[in-house]
C-alpha cells in the first residue's frame, strides 16, 4: 500500500511528532549530519499533507540512550500523547532513534495500533494495526537491539582483555595516582600518604572500624577524600563507611583488581550494584600489580577481623577491649551458654563498679538472663594473677609499650602539623593572587579578598 493511502484525514487533523535523539553529547556535537537527517523529516510530514504548525519535535533527549525509557522523558511524552489521541504519525529516522529497547518499542506499536497512529521512517509509512507492517516493525526492532548487544559486546570484550592484562585504567582511590606513562603510583603529597599510612595502623592495634574512628576523632585528625571527578582531594573527618570501604579496597594492598561488582538493570532503568566478596568471583586479581599501603596478607587478616568483628550473635565471638576499668571486657565467656559476657557499670556509694552480664538470650530469645557476676572480686582474682606472673621480661614489654604508644602521639602530632603546612600554604596562596590583582578592578578584588580571608 502506497503511503498517501495509508494517511487518511482523521490522520491529518491531528499532530505530526517527530522525535529526534542522539545516544551521547559527542554523538550531538560530532555528528551533525545525522541530526540534520532527522530534523529534514518534517519535509516528509508537509508532503504528506501535514501543516508546518502541525509538526512537534521532541528533541530533549539529545544525548541520552535508548537501551531503556526510564531517563528518556521526551519518549515517554510522546507515548502519553499517543495513548491520548494526540498524535496522528510517528516519525523518526530509523527504529534505533525511537528504542533500542524490544519492550519499549513493542509497547509504542501496541499504542498506536489502539490510538490508529501511524509509525514513519526513512523508508517509509507504517500502520502498526496492519500485520505485515507490525511484523517488519518488530523485526527492525528487533535487529535495533541486536546491533545495540554486538556494539556492547565489541566494547566488553576489548576491555576484558586489556583487563587480563592488568592495563585497563580503573578510577583509583585516595592515596593513588597516574603518573605520566599510566603507572599507580602513590599520592605524591605526603599528608595523604602518611594520613592513610596512619588509618591501617591504627587499625591494626584497635582491631574495629569504629574504634578506629574513634581514635581519628580524638586526635583531630581528618581524612582524604576525593571530591567528584577525582581531581581535587579535601580532608574532612572519617566516617565508620569510608573506614570500611578502605579496609575492604585491595587496591591498598597493591592489587589490581577488576569485576568486584556486578551490575544489573532493574525494572526502573537503573543499574543495581551486587557486590561480591570473594575474590574468586573477580574477573581479575593481580598481586603487586602496583606500590601499596599494606602487604596483601594483611589484607586479608583485615577481611576476617572485619567479618568477625560483624558476627554480633554468635556463640563464641570475642571483641576488641572497649573504653572501662574491667579487665575481662570482651574476653569473659558464660559457662551456661557459652556466649560471651557483656559489661554493665553502675555507681554504689560514689565507687563506679563494673558487672558481667549475660543477657543475649534475654534480648534474642525472651528468656532468662544466665547469670551476672559482681566484677571487683573477679579482676581482683585476675589482677593477682597477673601479679604472680609479672617478670622482668614482662617490666621490659610494659616500658616498650609506653614507648610505642609516645611514638602514636608523636605520629599523631606530625600529621596535625602537616595540615597546618597545608593550611598556611593555601592562605599564602590566597594572599599572593589577592596582591597581584589590579585594586581597581573589584569585581576580582572583592573576590579574592573573601578566598584569603
Keep these: ?20 535523539r542522539q545516544s551521547s553529547m559527542r554523538q550531538v556535537i560530532e555528528n551533525v549530519e545525522s541530526t540534520k537527517r532527522q530534523y529534514a523529516l518534517r519535509s516528509r510530514a508537509i508532503a504528506l499533507g501535514w501543516r508546518e504548525d502541525q509538526i512537534v519535535v521532541v528533541d530533549s533527549d539529545q544525548g541520552e540512550s535508548g537501551a531503556s525509557a526510564a531517563w528518556r522523558e521526551g519518549f515517554q511524552h510522546l507515548v502519553a500523547d499517543v495513548s491520548m489521541g494526540r498524535a496522528g504519525i510517528v516519525m523518526g529516522l530509523e527504529v534505533s532513534r525511537l528504542a533500542r529497547n524490544n519492550a519499549d518499542w513493542h ?21 502498526p494495526a496492519n500485520f505485515n507492517d507490525r511484523l517488519l516493525l518488530g523485526l527492525k526492532g528487533t535487529m535495533s537491539e541486536a546491533e545495540l548487544h554486538v ?23 585516595t592515596g593513588f595516582v597516574y603518573d605520566e606513562a599510566g603507572n599507580v603510583m ?27 574512628v574513634k581514635v581519628f576523632r580524638k586526635e583531630g585528625l581528618n581524612f582524604p577524600s576525593r571530591r567528584t571527578g577525582g581531581r581535587v582531594t579535601v580532608f574532612r573527618p572519617l566516617t565508620a563507611s569510608t573506614a570500611t570501604r578502605v579496609l575492604s579496597n585491595p587496591r591498598y594492598a597493591g592489587v589490581y583488581v577488576y569485576g568486584r561488582r556486578r551490575y544489573r538493570r532493574a525494572a526502573d532503568g537503573q543499574k543495581k550494584v551486587q557486590r561480591k ?20 596478607e594483611q589484607y586479608q587478616q583485615h577481611l576476617k577481623l572485619l567479618e568477625a568483628n560483624g558476627r554480633g550473635y554468635e556463640l563464641a565471638r570475642g571483641s576488641p577491649p572497649r ?28 565507687k563506679q563498679e563494673a558487672w558481667y552480664v549475660c543477657d543475649r538470650g534475654h534480648g534474642n530469645l525472651g528468656e532468662r538472663d ?7 572480686a573477679v579482676d581482683e582474682a585476675i589482677g593477682a594473677l597477673i601479679a ?45 593572587r589577592f596582591m597581584l590583582v589590579d585594586p581597581g578592578n573589584r569585581l576580582v578584588a572583592d573576590t579574592l579578598e573573601a578566598e584569603w580571608n
Design 1 to 20: 500500500m502506497s503511503e498517501s493511502l495509508k494517511v487518511q484525514p482523521h490522520h491529518v487533523e491531528r499532530n505530526a511528532y517527530l522525535y529526534v
Design 107 to 127: 509497547r509504542l506499536l501496541e499504542i498506536c495500533a489502539l490510538a490508529d497512529t501511524l509509525i514513519l521512517d526513512e523508508d517509509g509509512v507504517y500502520d
Design 151 to 173: 556494539l556492547k559486546a565489541r566494547l566488553r570484550g576489548g576491555i576484558l582483555n586489556k583487563v587480563r592484562r592488568g592495563e585497563y585504567r580503573c578510577p583509583l582511590p
Design 186 to 212: 602513590l599520592d605524591p603529597d605526603m599528608q595523604i600518604r602518611d594520613t592513610i599510612t596512619h588509618f591501617f595502623e591504627t587499625f591494626a592495634r584497635v582491631g574495629s572500624a569504629c574504634q578506629t
Design 277 to 296: 566478596h570473594d575474590s574468586s568471583d573477580w574477573l581479575a586479581c593481580i598481586p603487586n600489580a602496583h606500590p601499596g599501603y599494606i602487604s596483601w
Design 323 to 350: 573504653e572501662g576499668a574491667a579487665l575481662l571486657q570482651g574476653r569473659a565467656v558464660c559457662g551456661r551458654c557459652g556466649r560471651h559476657f557483656r559489661v554493665r557499670y553502675r555507681s554504689t556509694r560514689g
Design 370 to 376: 544466665c547469670q551476672s557476676i559482681a566484677g571487683p
Design 388 to 432: 604472680e606472673k609479672m617478670t622482668p621480661a614482662a617490666v621490659g614489654l610494659a616500658l616498650e609499650i609506653r614507648r610505642e604508644i609516645e611514638a602514636r602521639q608523636e605520629e599523631a602530632d606530625r600529621l596535625r602539623c602537616r595540615a597546618i603546612e597545608r593550611a598556611q600554604f593555601e592562605a599564602d596562596l590566597a594572599q599572593r
